[in-house]
Every structure is written in structure tokens, then in C-alpha cells.
């Protein structure tokens, strides 16, 4: 055990409390205990390629692709749904693992079962232990897609003694933007090693204008296709309600679904909808007969509540007016990039930070609005009333969208590059 264990351990007690709130699986997987991987293919190197959650996930579509026409890829995850969505869409073709918590005994049991050549990291998840045991191993480690906003930022710079040294280790970091440009470099990466390639997400939006499923979907949950429909995506806390207000302030007849960014959320998010709401979690459980049940009890069917994983898509492509959650309170914004890439007239609130360059190339290019809580209804009454000013920011969002592919290709040929000199490197650095 090393000094970053033992503030590990203190802080997960002290921190329980909050983490113990969500059941979590795979403890042995957390801690490095997974399967030996089979034996490398010959003349290939192997790539593990981490990314955290759903999100940054299914940002690897096309890049996992590019990377295995050369290299044998590991894709790996932290949480239970990330993992979940990259055994779903990487599992047949790709070996798939559950990343460590970063304690030394964890990490090195970790890459000890994967044996990886070279390690990246998707947007940041510089953990210490990681980066230096693969140093020790001549693992060369990279981060795409990087972004580094400016809350983490101000965080990491008051233990810059402690996580700078894993941020000078880094053979490569891609960012998104030149604002994350400077902040790895003011983290220790050297000015040659980071360059902007641009953000992944652009990439993997597929800009069409239906979505298979999605009318079963309004039909199973009673929505009228006949009258206007607000989805808010990625909802955060008292934004359901807020979102009811505004709806009910407009009426017409407008129907609103949200789905909460958090499944810890959802019977929260109910109850601030009001009574009748029609949850998609029953009708699924129920068939028709909860949807006739919930009927009974909703006003109109006018609210909905998309409370199971991997529908929200489909429910976007039903919208007249998208909202992005996580927007309007103290959190820091969602990826409009979905829905805008479904041809939808999307607006957000004014807290975007975590998602900066995407909110601001897509706001300058007339394709998204930005709205303060108390102009919410107008806008959205302004858009729901005027089909011509959705369909000009909708074309002027997918339009941004088009403009801002290849950050994929760019990464690919860097973590080539890396793996190359990974595979045919010693297995020992100094440098310690």
C-alpha cells in the first residue's frame, strides 16, 4: 500500500455515505480481480481503450472500428451501465473488462490479466496509480477526446504535486479545444505532446430525422402524435418540475416527457411531474393494460416520464421542441449533440460548462438556443408556434454537426502510432 492508497481508503470511508446510496456490482472486478485475457494475436499490439460511463461509451463507435483494422482492442468501463452498453455494442468483436478503482494492488492485477501495449484514456481519467504502473510496464498511456473544464481544473491545480506527475507521463494528449489546450499543458503535459483534434461526439452522431422504434414507443406510452410534444433529455433536479410548470403555462394541449439523467432519480422525478404521469417502466412491465390504467388517471396523457436506459433517442425523434437537461440549476450542462443531430429545434439552459465546445459551436452556428429558466415557456412557446424558425435551426444544427467530423480518424492514427511503439518497446521504463 503506497501513500494514494491509504487517502483512497480514508476518503471512501468517510465518502460511504453517498456512494453506498447506489448498488454497485462487480466488487471484484473493481478491485483488478478479472480474467486473464487470451494470449496477444501474433503481430498485433494490443490497445486498451477506457472510457467511464454510457456517454463516453458510445463516443467510441467508429473509433473502436478504426483502431481494431490494426490493433486488438480491449475496451474497459467504470460503471455498471457503461459496461453494460460496451458489451452491447463492442462485446462480439472486442474483449470488454471492468476498469479498477485506482489502488496500486487493483491496477496491477488489472494490467497483469489485460497485458496491454498501449492504455488511453477517453476525455480524462488520469488516475495516478494507472498511469504510473503503466509506466513502469513501458505501457504508453494517451488521452482523447480530452477535455479538462474549468471546475475540474480549478481542483486539479490545488493537488497539482500530487496528479501532476501522471499528467507529464502522458506520451499524447488530443483534446477538444484550445481552452483544454492550455489547461493540460498548466497540468504538466509538455506543450509538444497535447494537440486539438476536436471532440469524438461529433462523429458518432448519426444525423437522420426517425429512429427505429420510436412510434412503438409513443404508441405503448399513450403519446398523441396529433399535438405538440416537448422531450427534455438528461434531466436533472427540479428541472421535471420546472419543465411542468412551463408546459402547463403554455397550454394548447402540449405534451411533455422527460427522462432523467440518473436512474436514482426517477421516482423523484415523478412525483414532480404530477399525478397520472405515465411512466415507460410500467407500460413495459404492464402492456396495454397499464397503459390503460395509467390513462385512467392522467389528465390527457399530456405527461410522461421515460424512466428505463437506452429509449431516450427514440423519444427525441418524436419531439417538436428537444430540452437538454442539467441546465438550468447548480449542475453543469448534458451533450445537445443527440438531438440536435435528430433535426430538432433543441434549447438548454444557460449551465454548460462541462460540455463548452459542443454548446458554443452549435449556439454560434444558430442551432441551439440558450434560455434562462424564466424565459423557458416563451421560447418554447415561440418554437412550438412557428414551424418555420424549428426548421431553420434544425438545418443549421446539423449543419454545424457535418462541419465538425474527423476528430475520429485523427485519434486512430495517433493510438496506431502509440501502439506501435508500445508493442516494441521494453516492458520496464525508468523514470519512477
Sequence with gaps: MNGLDFAYAVGGVLLAPIWARKIRGGWA????????????????????????????????????????ERCEVVVASTTDTGLARAQELFGKTNHVVRYPLDFSGA????????????????ELEVWPNFVKACQRRGVPVGVINGRLSERSFKGYRRIRRIIGPSFERLAFAAVQDEAYRARFEAMGVARERV????????????????????????????????????????????????????????GGGVQLLCAPRKPERFDEAARAMGAGVVRRSVVKAGGAKAVDSAAATASGRDRFLLDTIGELRAAYSLADVAVVGRSFGKL??????????LH?????GPRFKDFESVVRALRDAGGLGIVRAETLSSEM?????????????????????AEHVGATK????????????GSTGGRKVSGE
Design 29 to 68: 472486478a473493481r478491485f483488478g480481480r478479472v480474467a486473464a485475457l487470451p494470449a496477444k494475436q501474433p503481430g498485433r499490439a494490443r490497445v486498451l481503450i477506457h472510457a467511464v460511463s454510457v456517454g463516453e461509451v458510445n463516443a467510441l463507435r467508429g473509433l473502436v472500428a478504426l483502431v481494431r
Design 107 to 122: 491496477v496491477e492485477r488489472f494490467l497483469e490479466a489485460v497485458s496491454p501495449d498501449a492504455a488511453v484514456l477517453v
Design 195 to 250: 494537440m486539438v483534434t476536436g471532440t469524438m461526439k461529433w462523429d458518432s452522431a448519426k444525423i437522420e430525422r426517425s429512429v427505429a422504434g420510436a412510434e412503438e414507443l409513443a404508441a405503448s406510452m399513450g403519446i398523441d402524435r396529433s399535438r405538440p410534444l416537448v422531450v427534455a433529455g438528461s434531466t436533472g433536479p427540479e428541472e421535471e418540475a420546472m419543465l411542468h410548470r412551463a408546459c402547463l403555462s403554455i
Design 332 to 341: 453543469f450542462g448534458s451533450d445537445p449533440i443527440e438531438p440536435v443531430s
Design 344 to 348: 430538432k429545434a433543441t434549447i438548454m
Design 381 to 401: 412557446r415561440r418554437l412550438l408556434d412557428d414551424a418555420g424558425a424549428r426548421e431553420k435551426m434544425a438545418q443549421a444544427g446539423t449543419r454545424c454537426i
Design 410 to 421: 485523427r485519434h486512430a492514427e495517433l493510438i496506431a502510432g502509440m501502439a506501435a511503439a
